[in-house]
């Protein structure tokens, strides 16, 4: 049953489709009887109808498969089908009936492909239908109606011969008014794998069942002890919650054999919600999340559903590895965030309890090239999960070899088989579709399992980030597949580690081979310089923080986010993202600063000027040097020379003023510059500058200002003894004068103005003489 000369990327030889078209042939036979023995030709209107219905390849009925069980049956099974018909034209169909069809055998994978692509075309072999009591019938099927039927047949009666897979095919005939004989108007295909008995040699199947999101955390984080962690929306609450998109993921995976693979973002997310956490309010506030409960539950159960089964994790945040080798080796520092991804990815276990796997490396889609396998592999990973539309077959082999190929340098890739690992995307929301997705992928598997007795491993590498409705039907099919006789379950790194096969294609693509629907959607170069100027920030800023951890881990883990392969298709967020955490660590570092100072007067030749530094962080700074430089060393120095260095150490939320010693050499203005530093010489903020204006008094001044004092002393001193002189001759002449009233009153009278001549009849005085002993000790005087 080997593939001979049909593996991807090849087409069925000539006389293969010589057969074909044969048995297509011959298959109708039937149908071209009936024609001829019906009574009158169609007419002309009804001729056209089947010209376009033939162009088309659909029928004006659609005819869906919404469940087919069991999926692969065994002997003495029954095989139940069950959907709906639906006329999809403008005429009722009458006396119609649904019936099953078994096809012939198809013993190629591309084969399966064929089918698939045209599996409602009606111009396609269709075998013959089982007949008698499987089918079922309805009267009429008016336009824009659907009926549902269900048909169930014991296997024995589809005829069904040596193992392998058949086309099984639910055909609705029926007749119209403009074509009133019988006909099939709709066909749905199908395939029914058929290995009844266990096979001698099992492939061994690795199913990589993913639990990965998107981003959603940012760097920032409250100022509490806690350091309350800030999400940028709520969605990951949706995911986890019953119902959900990763609930569902972990709820079908438990009960499965397969490999987890995990990503510590999302794990690290979702034990952060157990906890307070916030996310955006109304305007710039954040609110309080609520989903802690929920977040504990699903914790509880990854935990449970991990036990005792192999856990791979990747490097945290999930990076792009793709992005990081064509767009970001080239800027420096770019590979040391892998490498601590990578670290970092050791954490799960606290979480999980399971001792996880380190060493693989899944680049977008399994495309690979050498860059991409050097970068992979540059953080400590020896096996890289590449994919076989990528990692093509080039040797001539007539069967799918093992996933497992040595690629040198120690290096294993670990090639996923492309046709199984893609077989549940797109919408699998309608039954329909997932029904004819797991069972495409149920006759993949066969059909490769009986391609050769040689025992070989095969793994599947689904989508990173499948849909609710995706994991059921990768459950679906996976249940089936466990439960077969073809496959058996295997580890991913047991399939790493199995025998390869010598011939298979160990040749890594060339760069030019690289898909281009891949390569435009990865993060460009300026992503990466974004990251590693954000990151030499962050270097600086750390090595003042008395407490490291608070903002180094917060901000290492964003980084590590904006690397990630879910902003594939989403740069203008990833791009804002990016911008985010920059902006937010710029803003913690503008926390520390210098206070704005005005003009300083410096009066005399020496001074203090004092600088404030201000810490409104919750942590305090220290390793900071303050350096306050004269720009003018000839008018004012610093602690004797242009500048002085001062270390500076502040207490959370404080503020500390520097005092720096100078001295002028000349009147005037001078400028001078504060600016903070790191201890190892590197700037830190912005600088502060200012005037300082220089009023020294000269000696010259000071002899002038002495002179005049004492002239102003002498002066006065003159006066004193004058007065004293005076005071001194006055009581001599009191005391020489005649004492009669008279005379005193006649002083007196003149005193006031000494040229008034004494005027005849004037009043005698009726006061008492005035006493001219000297003033007592302390008594006032006046002069």
Same mark, same amino acid.
């Given at each position: 049953?080997?593939?001979?000369?049909?593996?991807?990327?090849?087409?069925?030889?000539?006389?293969?489709?010589?057969?074909?078209?044969?048995?297509?042939?011959?298959?109708?036979?039937?149908?071209?009887?009936?024609?001829?023995?019906?009574?009158?030709?169609?007419?002309?209107?009804?001729?056209?109808?089947?010209?376009?219905?033939?162009?088309?390849?659909?029928?004006?009925?659609?005819?869906?498969?919404?469940?087919?069980?069991?999926?692969?049956?065994?002997?003495?099974?029954?095989?139940?089908?069950?959907?709906?018909?639906?006329?999809?034209?403008?005429?009722?169909?009458?006396?119609?009936?649904?019936?099953?069809?078994?096809?012939?055998?198809?013993?190629?994978?591309?084969?399966?492909?064929?089918?698939?692509?045209?599996?409602?075309?009606?111009?396609?072999?269709?075998?013959?239908?089982?007949?008698?009591?499987?089918?079922?019938?309805?009267?009429?099927?008016?336009?824009?109606?659907?009926?549902?039927?269900?048909?169930?047949?014991?296997?024995?009666?589809?005829?069904?011969?040596?193992?392998?897979?058949?086309?099984?095919?639910?055909?609705?005939?029926?007749?119209?008014?403009?074509?009133?004989?019988?006909?099939?108007?709709?066909?749905?295909?199908?395939?029914?794998?058929?290995?009844?008995?266990?096979?001698?040699?099992?492939?061994?199947?690795?199913?990589?069942?993913?639990?990965?999101?998107?981003?959603?955390?940012?760097?920032?984080?409250?100022?509490?002890?806690?350091?309350?962690?800030?999400?940028?929306?709520?969605?990951?609450?949706?995911?986890?919650?019953?119902?959900?998109?990763?609930?569902?993921?972990?709820?079908?995976?438990?009960?499965?054999?397969?490999?987890?693979?995990?990503?510590?973002?999302?794990?690290?997310?979702?034990?952060?919600?157990?906890?307070?956490?916030?996310?955006?309010?109304?305007?710039?506030?954040?609110?309080?999340?609520?989903?802690?409960?929920?977040?504990?539950?699903?914790?509880?159960?990854?935990?449970?559903?991990?036990?005792?089964?192999?856990?791979?994790?990747?490097?945290?945040?999930?990076?792009?590895?793709?992005?990081?080798?064509?767009?970001?080796?080239?800027?420096?520092?770019?590979?040391?965030?892998?490498?601590?991804?990578?670290?970092?990815?050791?954490?799960?276990?606290?979480?999980?309890?399971?001792?996880?796997?380190?060493?693989?490396?899944?680049?977008?889609?399994?495309?690979?090239?050498?860059?991409?396998?050097?970068?992979?592999?540059?953080?400590?990973?020896?096996?890289?999960?590449?994919?076989?539309?990528?990692?093509?077959?080039?040797?001539?082999?007539?069967?799918?070899?093992?996933?497992?190929?040595?690629?040198?340098?120690?290096?294993?890739?670990?090639?996923?088989?492309?046709?199984?690992?893609?077989?549940?995307?797109?919408?699998?929301?309608?039954?329909?579709?997932?029904?004819?997705?797991?069972?495409?992928?149920?006759?993949?598997?066969?059909?490769?399992?009986?391609?050769?007795?040689?025992?070989?491993?095969?793994?599947?590498?689904?989508?990173?980030?499948?849909?609710?409705?995706?994991?059921?039907?990768?459950?679906?099919?996976?249940?089936?597949?466990?439960?077969?006789?073809?496959?058996?379950?295997?580890?991913?790194?047991?399939?790493?580690?199995?025998?390869?096969?010598?011939?298979?294609?160990?040749?890594?693509?060339?760069?030019?081979?690289?898909?281009?629907?891949?390569?435009?959607?990865?993060?460009?170069?300026?992503?990466?310089?974004?990251?590693?100027?954000?990151?030499?920030?962050?270097?600086?800023?750390?090595?003042?923080?008395?407490?490291?951890?608070?903002?180094?881990?917060?901000?290492?883990?964003?980084?590590?986010?904006?690397?990630?392969?879910?902003?594939?298709?989403?740069?203008?967020?990833?791009?804002?993202?990016?911008?985010?955490?920059?902006?937010?660590?710029?803003?913690?570092?503008?926390?520390?600063?210098?206070?704005?100072?005005?003009?300083?007067?410096?009066?005399?030749?020496?001074?203090? $000027?004092?600088? @404030? %530094?201000?810490?409104?962080?919750?942590? *305090? #700074?220290?390793? !900071? =040097? /303050?350096?306050?430089?004269?720009?003018?060393?000839?008018?004012?120095?610093?602690?004797?020379?242009?500048?002085?260095?001062?270390?500076?150490?502040?207490?959370?939320?404080?503020?500390?003023?520097?005092?720096?010693?100078?001295?002028?050499?000349?009147?005037?203005?001078?400028?001078?510059?504060?600016?903070?530093?790191?201890?190892?010489?590197?700037?830190?903020?912005?600088?502060?500058?200012?005037?300082?204006?220089?009023?020294? $008094?000269?000696? @010259? %001044?000071?002899?002038?200002?002495?002179? *005049? #004092?004492?002239? !102003? =002393? /002498?002066?006065?001193?003159?006066?004193?003894?004058?007065?004293?002189?005076?005071?001194?001759?006055?009581?001599?002449?009191?005391?020489?004068?005649?004492?009669?009233?008279?005379?005193?009153?006649?002083?007196?009278?003149?005193?006031?103005?000494?040229?008034?001549?004494?005027?005849?009849?004037?009043?005698?005085?009726?006061?008492?003489?005035?006493?001219?002993?000297?003033?007592?000790?302390?008594?006032?005087?006046?002069?």
């Amino acid at each position: 049953m080997a593939e001979a000369a049909d593996f991807q990327g090849t087409s069925p030889s000539p006389a293969r489709r010589w057969l074909r078209r044969t048995g297509a042939l011959l298959a109708g036979a039937p149908l071209l009887a009936g024609l001829v023995q019906l009574p009158a030709a169609p007419p002309a209107n009804a001729a056209e109808s089947d010209a376009s219905q033939a162009a088309s390849g659909a029928g004006s009925v659609s005819v869906s498969v919404d469940t087919l069980t069991p999926g692969a049956p065994t002997e003495g099974d029954t095989v139940t089908v069950s959907g709906t018909v639906t006329n999809k034209g403008k005429q009722t169909v009458t006396d119609a009936h649904v019936g099953l069809h078994v096809g012939p055998l198809l013993n190629t994978r591309s084969g399966i492909d064929s089918v698939a692509r045209n599996s409602t075309d009606l111009q396609s072999s269709i075998g013959p239908e089982v007949g008698g009591k499987y089918s079922e019938e309805f009267a009429e099927l008016t336009p824009g109606v659907s009926q549902s039927f269900t048909i169930s047949v014991p296997v024995d009666k589809l005829d069904l011969g040596q193992d392998g897979v058949y086309q099984l095919a639910v055909a609705l005939s029926g007749e119209t008014s403009d074509q009133p004989w019988e006909q099939p108007l709709g066909v749905q295909h199908t395939f029914l794998p058929w290995q009844p008995d266990e096979a001698g040699t099992k492939t061994k199947t690795t199913f990589m069942w993913p639990l990965i999101s998107t981003v959603h955390m940012t760097a920032e984080t409250g100022s509490d002890e806690q350091q309350t962690p800030v999400f940028h929306d709520d969605d990951l609450a949706k995911e986890i919650s019953p119902g959900g998109r990763l609930d569902r993921m972990v709820a079908l995976g438990k009960d499965l054999d397969v490999t987890w693979v995990i990503d510590p973002d999302l794990l690290a997310s979702v034990e952060a919600m157990t906890e307070r956490y916030e996310i955006p309010g109304e305007g710039d506030d954040t609110v309080v999340g609520s989903h802690q409960s929920v977040a504990k539950r699903w914790l509880t159960e990854v935990q449970q559903a991990v036990t005792d089964e192999e856990v791979v994790v990747l490097p945290f945040g999930d990076p792009d590895l793709a992005s990081l080798a064509h767009n970001g080796t080239s800027v420096t520092g770019s590979l040391g965030h892998l490498k601590e991804a990578t670290d970092v990815a050791g954490t799960v276990e606290a979480i999980l309890h399971v001792k996880p796997v380190t060493d693989f490396a899944w680049p977008v889609n399994g495309a690979v090239d050498p860059s991409i396998v050097k970068v992979a592999t540059s953080a400590g990973a020896d096996k890289v999960i590449a994919r076989s539309d990528t990692f093509k077959e080039s040797g001539g082999l007539s069967y799918t070899p093992s996933a497992s190929r040595p690629i040198g340098g120690g290096t294993t890739a670990v090639v996923a088989d492309a046709r199984l690992s893609t077989a549940f995307q797109g919408d699998m929301i309608k039954a329909s579709t997932s029904t004819l997705a797991v069972q495409r992928f149920l006759a993949q598997s066969l059909t490769l399992g009986l391609q050769t007795g040689k025992q070989r491993s095969v793994v599947v590498a689904p989508q990173r980030t499948p849909s609710a409705s995706q994991a059921r039907a990768m459950a679906e099919a996976l249940t089936v597949l466990q439960d077969g006789t073809w496959s058996e379950p295997q580890d991913l790194t047991a399939a790493a580690e199995a025998e390869p096969d010598a011939s298979a294609t160990t040749k890594v693509p060339s760069a030019s081979a690289y898909p281009s629907s891949l390569r435009k959607h990865e993060l460009p170069r300026t992503a990466f310089e974004q990251i590693e100027r954000t990151q030499a920030k962050l270097d600086k800023f750390k090595v003042i923080l008395s407490d490291q951890s608070r903002v180094v881990t917060p901000f290492g883990r964003a980084l590590n986010r904006s690397m990630s392969v879910s902003w594939r298709g989403r740069q203008s967020e990833a791009a804002i993202y990016r911008s985010g955490v920059e902006s937010y660590l710029d803003t913690l570092i503008g926390q520390v600063r210098l206070i704005d100072k005005s003009e300083t007067k410096l009066s005399g030749r020496s001074a203090t $000027i004092p600088v @404030t %530094v201000q810490n409104n962080l919750v942590q *305090g #700074v220290e390793h !900071l =040097v /303050l350096r306050l430089t004269s720009t003018n060393p000839t008018r004012l120095e610093i602690n004797g020379d242009a500048y002085e260095e001062q270390p500076v150490t502040v207490s959370g939320g404080h503020s500390q003023s520097v005092k720096f010693t100078t001295s002028a050499n000349a009147n005037g203005r001078a400028t001078v510059v504060a600016q903070l530093y790191t201890q190892d010489g590197q700037r830190y903020g912005e600088p502060v500058t200012f005037d300082v204006k220089v009023t020294e $008094i000269t000696a @010259t %001044v000071m002899l002038v200002i002495g002179g *005049g #004092v004492l002239l !102003l =002393v /002498l002066a006065g001193f003159r006066m004193y003894t004058q007065r004293k002189r005076a005071a001194a001759r006055e009581a001599d002449e009191d005391a020489d004068a005649p004492q009669n009233p008279e005379a005193a009153g006649e002083r007196l009278t003149r005193e006031p103005g000494a040229d008034a001549p004494e005027q005849p009849g004037d009043p005698v005085p009726d006061t008492a003489p005035e006493n001219a002993d000297p003033s007592g000790t302390g008594e006032r005087v006046d002069r």
